[in-house]
């Protein structure tokens, strides 16, 4: 007679919520080492960039199509910007999974408090 038996229907379930946990556990690890997950550049082409009017360098703005932008507006000194100061490249809240260059700028720029 078994002591212990196991069913087929056990075994089946706990190895597919193992394997549903591996993903969340390499997140939680990165979260643990302070790594964010890597960040595709943003293409000013993509749909989302070009409805917000995404250009990588602010100097390059136009100004007729964008009247509400001025020289000092940088998504480095925007509170949606995420990334470290310094850094050419960091994340947005308005485009996750991907980065904006730091000279960068979009309609939706908004004054960082203390910048």
Known sequence: MNDFPVRRRAVIKAA?????????????????AGTP??????DPNDPQGKALG???????????????????QKCSNCVQYVG????????CNLFPARSVAAAGWCRVWALKPGA
Not at 16 to 32: C, K, R, S
Request: avoid cysteine; charged fraction near 20%.
């Open 54 to 72: 995404y250009a990588p360098d602010s100097a390059k703005v136009d100004v007729k199509l964008n009247p509400t932008h001025k020289a000092v």
């Open 37 to 42: 997950p890597a960040q595709t550049p943003l």
């Open 84 to 91: 470290k100061a310094g850094d050419a490249r960091g994340g």
């Open 16 to 32: 597919l919520l193992g394997l549903a946990a591996l993903p969340a556990g390499t997140l939680f690890e990165q979260a643990l």
